[in-house]
């Protein structure tokens, strides 16, 4: 007993902890609590090591904030006047 007691204490001590750590990850998605600071946190490493992707980052989010074009009250859709050139 005295050789497995150091493995099962290597192995017993993370699975505690992983335990412990079920009962708020489940509360924090029901409720959806985490939600800013998961997005916030590689938002941040991409502004502060990639520009070009944290642009590109805040342009997707830019596009899912839009709104589809709501249609006219008559329910006719209006076409858009073309331009020359």
Do not use: N
């Not at 001590?13 to 916030?40: D, S």
């Not at 090591?49 to 830019?62: D, G």
């Not at 596009?63 to 074009?69: F, I, L, N, V």
């Amino acid at each position: 007993m005295d050789v497995l007691l150091p493995y099962l204490v290597t192995a017993g001590c993370p699975a505690v902890v992983l335990g412990l750590f079920t009962r708020p990850a489940r509360r924090i998605r029901r409720r959806g609590t985490a939600g800013a600071g998961l997005v916030a946190a590689p938002a941040s490493y991409e502004e502060a090591f990639r520009t070009t992707s944290h642009a590109a980052y805040h342009e997707i989010q830019a596009q899912a904030r839009r709104r589809a074009p709501a249609d006219s009250p008559d329910g006719r859709r209006r076409r858009r006047p073309r331009g020359r050139g």
